[in-house]
């Protein structure tokens, strides 16, 4: 069973104690792009990150490449010249660390949605990409990726092929709280608040773009977001903002006097009335969920942004693990 956390590296001070048997893989975040190469060069705890890969013993570390708004990737694969040259760089990054392997995070080909370069050639191109990637990573280094969730970001990859050459996909099944109404940024199932955004839908949808089960990864938030200036559930809204971790959801929530739950959707919020604020977040109970989810339809696992957002004695780390 898969248990993947990305964890933002200029926040990296190594796991808390005991954290290294829960945990299946780390994705290091992130790589960028910069003249058509990968690099790290902006990383300010290399070398914590090089002392965690030497001592880490089974889990397995991978050099996650991107992010929301990281650009650079369309011209980087848009030739088979520059794909060598950027394949090459982050092959040489992996090498220099001792990395497991890579997880690409372009969010997302053919969609300019962030505010950076796309073409309708990054279906292919990106297939491309991959194929080098596997080629000169070989068979013993890992080659997964991050995958938006919603249908758009599934029609814009070549998933059949892509399938055939990596190890799993994770599919980033939060942030589903839409910009023009209160809804749930993590949900698990359909519900009349939802309208079918949500996890199991969002995996049901790779399920028959053509990723087996036993390669799809769903995704879990330790963040939560915040919806201001609105009148509870399905209320209008513009786009919400985020809380700073676990902690800080639960002080939100409390301070609306104490979360609720949607039994159906699997989901926990809170509205605090007074001053007009919605809190959508991941808790034990959620992650319950979602892992039951999980092992009833076979899936690969479950991975989750971010770890340092979880609660200083790893609360939501341990409801999966312990789930």
């Known amino acids: 069973m898969i248990i993947a956390a990305y964890i933002a590296e200029e926040k990296f001070c190594g796991l808390r104690s005991g954290d290294e048997r829960k945990l299946t893989h780390i994705n290091f975040a992130f790589a960028v792009v910069v003249d058509g190469k990968g690099s790290v060069s902006h990383w300010k705890n290399s070398d914590a990150v090089r002392k965690f890969i030497k001592e880490k013993g089974e889990i397995k570390a991978l050099l996650s490449v991107g992010g929301w708004a990281a ?6 694969v848009a030739t088979a010249e520059k794909r060598e040259v950027f394949a090459q760089s982050l092959v040489d990054i992996v090498n220099d660390f001792g990395f497991d392997g890579i997880d690409m995070d372009w969010e997302y080909p053919c969609d300019d949605v962030a505010g ?3 073409s309708p050639e990054d279906k292919p191109n990106y297939t491309a990409l991959i194929q080098l990637l596997r080629d000169k990573l070989g068979n013993n ?11 758009s970001c599934a029609d814009n990859l070549e998933i ?3 399938v055939e050459l990596m190890d799993f996909i994770n599919i ?8 023009d109404y209160v809804s749930y940024h ?17 995996m049901e949808i790779y399920e028959k773009a053509g990723v087996p089960r036993n390669k799809l990864v769903i995704g879990a938030a330790f963040y939560g977001r915040v919806y201001k200036d609105v009148d509870g559930l399905n209320a209008p809204a513009t786009v919400p903002g ?12 409390d301070a609306a006097g104490g979360y609720s739950y949607d039994e159906k959707a699997e989901a926990a919020y809170a509205y605090d009335k007074e001053n007009r604020t919605f809190i959508t977040f991941e808790n034990p109970r959620t992650l319950k969920a979602k892992m039951d989810y999980v092992k009833s339809t076979d899936l690969a696992g479950i991975m989750f942004w971010e770890y340092y957002h979880d609660g200083a004695d790893s609360i939501l780390l341990n409801s999966l693990k312990n789930s």
């Open 71 to 76: 650009g650079g990737f369309s011209p980087a």
């Open 116 to 118: 950076i370069e796309a």
């Open 141 to 151: 280094k890992l080659v997964t990726m991050a995958a938006g969730g919603n249908q």
């Open 160 to 162: 059949p092929k892509l």
């Open 172 to 179: 980033m099944t939060y942030d589903l709280c839409p910009w």
């Open 186 to 202: 993590p949900s698990l199932y359909p519900s009349d608040i939802t309208k079918n955004n949500d996890g199991s839908s969002i």
């Open 242 to 253: 985020f809380t700073e971790g676990y902690e800080n959801s639960i002080e939100l929530a």
